[in-house]
């Protein structure tokens, strides 16, 4: 054998070793874990680093809840909008520069509207300016062993250095669940009601998924639609994440399938090892998951090929798919009976004075009429560190009677925020 055949015999095994040894692109990322032990139900490419688009607004919640939980931060305390707040690009509330809003009304347009400008105002408050804000998210995600993520702002919106991946997502839902019971509810709202506005939770999943109850939605180009959401069924928790699906409705259909999937394997007892445990060397950037058509100018943006676009379905189903399909028919009856029970409240209003609230409860009275006798009527102090509120709500009503309590007290131009129990 010559030289010039040993050459390019060398060049040619050294090119396929390398074609090899390159990771394939993922076409989608996704992970079930059991809430409760941490331990991994399925999982998909879950460490594959990913765009994790406004799935970032969960560890911009969990820093919020922590700064409540550690006194830096109250409920009702009014915050000043920015004027880098109120330039956000949608998704958004529509702050104007200059506004105030409370503490909690920026959580719930995050939670259930994933508002980008209420998301950078509790971000500046709480680190001083969005990218030290974001250097401590940086810093919250390596101490909860979030190793494959980064973050430059508190939004999600696109940036080459805003990474993370279904295992870390996962963790870090599993851990605000776990820290922050008291105010995941905040994630399970239908509806925030904001200046006379009533604006749904855009996370679908609480509707057509009985057992869901939280958690958030995602998308951008460079991220495909993303999904986390939790579920509870006879008593135990799932957490499902979902990364680079091709359309809205691919994500809620597809999640739906794999917390079925889930359900099913935990029910066997199939489980994997504790989700802190699964690590990855792989530092293959993030896919560009939509660079065709719409998206092709973001790709070339974010240096991605505008060719590259991934258009397979992503299929995820069950083995027993038709009997799980029977056992959703039934669950759907039941959280129906569930929703029903008289489980859910409405908060109409905090006052600094006792003598207040006990006024906006008499004219919430007056304004319901006969409807007022639902239900269970409070007024509760509530006592954070450095403040005593007054808090008028109704307890004890089902969904419906929830629903049409706030539809009337609105159409007398009264405030009410749904809260389900």
Request: aromatic share 8%; hydrophobic share 40%; proline share 3%.
């Amino acid at each position: 054998m010559n030289d010039a055949l040993k050459i390019k015999i060398g060049i040619f095994v050294c090119a396929f070793l390398l074609l090899m040894s390159l990771p394939a692109s993922a076409r989608y990322a996704a992970i079930v874990i059991d809430a409760d032990t941490g331990r991994i139900v399925h999982e998909v490419e879950a460490t594959h680093r990913w765009y994790p688009a406004s799935l970032t607004k969960v560890m911009t919640i969990y820093m919020t809840f922590a700064a409540i939980e550690a006194g830096r931060l109250h409920l009702h305390d009014t915050l000043t909008v920015s004027s880098h707040a109120s330039r956000q690009p949608s998704s958004k509330l529509g702050l104007r520069q200059g506004q105030n809003i409370s503490v909690e009304q920026a959580i719930m347009a995050v939670t259930t509207r994933s508002a980008n400008d209420a998301a950078v105002v509790l971000a500046e408050h709480l680190g001083g300016s969005e990218s030290q804000f974001a250097v401590m998210m940086t810093q919250q995600a390596q101490r909860m062993g979030m190793y494959n993520s980064s973050f430059q702002n508190a939004s999600g919106l696109p940036d080459e250095g805003q990474i993370s991946s279904a295992r870390d997502l996962a963790l870090l839902s599993a851990a605000l669940i776990r820290d922050f019971p008291q105010y995941y509810r905040y994630f399970s709202a239908p509806e925030f009601a904001y200046k006379g506005r009533v604006l749904p939770n855009t996370n679908k999943i609480l509707k057509t998924y009985p057992d869901a109850d939280g958690l958030k939605t995602g998308f951008t180009c460079g991220s495909g639609y993303n999904l986390i959401a939790s579920a509870k069924r006879d008593g135990r928790r799932l957490i499902g994440v979902l990364l680079g699906a091709q359309s809205s409705a691919e994500r809620f259909q597809q999640m739906a399938n794999l917390l079925d999937l889930g359900f099913e394997k935990s029910q066997m007892g199939v489980f994997g090892l504790p989700v802190a445990q699964l690590r990855d060397a792989n530092f293959t950037p993030p896919p560009f998951q939509l660079s065709s058509n719409r998206c092709a100018g973001s790709a070339e943006q974010m240096g991605a090929d505008s060719g590259s676009g991934r258009s397979e379905p992503i299929r995820i189903k069950s083995s027993t798919s038709t009997r799980l399909a029977d056992k959703r028919t039934v669950k759907t009856k039941t959280s129906k009976n569930k929703a029903d029970s008289g489980r859910w409240a409405v908060m109409l209003g905090d006052h600094s004075r006792k003598i207040d609230a006990d006024v906006n409860l008499k004219q919430a009275r007056y304004a319901l009429g006969s409807a007022a006798k639902t239900g269970q009527a409070h007024v509760v102090r509530v006592k954070t560190k450095g403040k005593l509120l007054w808090r008028t709500e109704w307890m004890n009503l089902t969904s419906t009677q929830a629903r049409d309590f706030c539809k009337k007290l609105r159409a007398k131009g009264r405030n009410c925020t749904l809260l389900p129990g």
